[in-house]
């Protein structure tokens, strides 16, 4: 079974368009997120929401809105797309943090983004 | 700014040599991940340190997290070809759901 999915795998769209990636998870967790992976395979978090409660909104163009219908998806729409959105974006969740502060997270196979 | 640097940022070795991977911040976290990443798919989790000074073992790896908890290092013994791969390192803000990821190191093991 797969824990963290997330549709579609690739996806190659002209600038201006508009799309949305979705993720889903199946471990329970109460927290999920959204990362971007540059082409030098930096990882920087971009959102998290904690039972459908936005708590991370990291500076991120106005353009990219997520929206957690239940605590098991996250979904990530964006706007009039830019070259400069051609990424990876990963999905990931994990549960509530523990009393060490130590929590784990699992992350989805990745969308590949395109923007031409 | 928390900023995680790990180095080297690339590594090729022959498979048997050993190496050490570091990931060096000015900032404190409450724990600390180390992931591994193939092409095409996303991290997977290898460990979590969460004591100052505590060292972790997985087979052939060697985690430890600094006595400050503001470093750490892995080391691989006998590196084998199957450890090819974008090593990551990830710190806990504490009092917060965020994870602050190293800028990587990509290691590639030549049999």
């Known amino acids: 079974d797969t824990a963290v999915s997330q549709t579609p795998k690739y996806l190659v769209t002209q600038m201006g368009n508009d799309k949305s990636i979705k993720c889903e998870q199946n471990?329970?967790?109460?927290?999920m997120y959204w990362y971007k992976q540059d082409s030098k395979k930096f990882l920087k978090i971009m959102f998290s929401y904690n039972n459908k409660e936005l708590i991370i909104n990291e500076t991120v163009p106005n353009r990219f809105s997520p929206k957690s219908p239940d605590k098991a998806h996250l979904n990530l729409h964006i706007n009039s797309l830019e070259l400069g959105d051609s990424a990876v974006y990963f999905c990931a969740s994990s549960q509530v943090p523990t009393s060490g502060g130590s929590y784990e997270q699992y992350f989805g196979p990745g969308t590949r983004l395109t923007v031409t | 700014t928390q900023l995680l640097e790990q180095s080297p940022q690339f590594l090729s070795i022959q498979e048997g040599e050993n190496l050490t991977v570091y990931c060096n911040s000015s900032?404190?976290?409450?724990?600390l991940q180390w992931y591994r990443q193939e092409p095409g798919e996303g991290p997977v989790l290898l460990v979590t340190v969460v004591t100052g000074g505590e060292v972790k073992k997985l087979k052939r790896l060697t985690f430890q997290f600094g006595d400050a908890r503001k470093d750490s290092s892995l080391h691989i013994t006998a590196a084998q070809p199957g450890d090819t791969g974008l090593y990551l390192c990830?710190?806990?803000?504490?009092?917060?759901?965020?994870?602050?990821f190293g800028t990587g190191t990509r290691l590639k093991v030549l049999a």
């Open positions: 471990l329970g967790h109460d927290t």
């Open positions: 900032s404190v976290f409450s724990s």
């Open positions: 990830a710190g806990t803000v504490s009092g917060t759901y965020k994870y602050i």
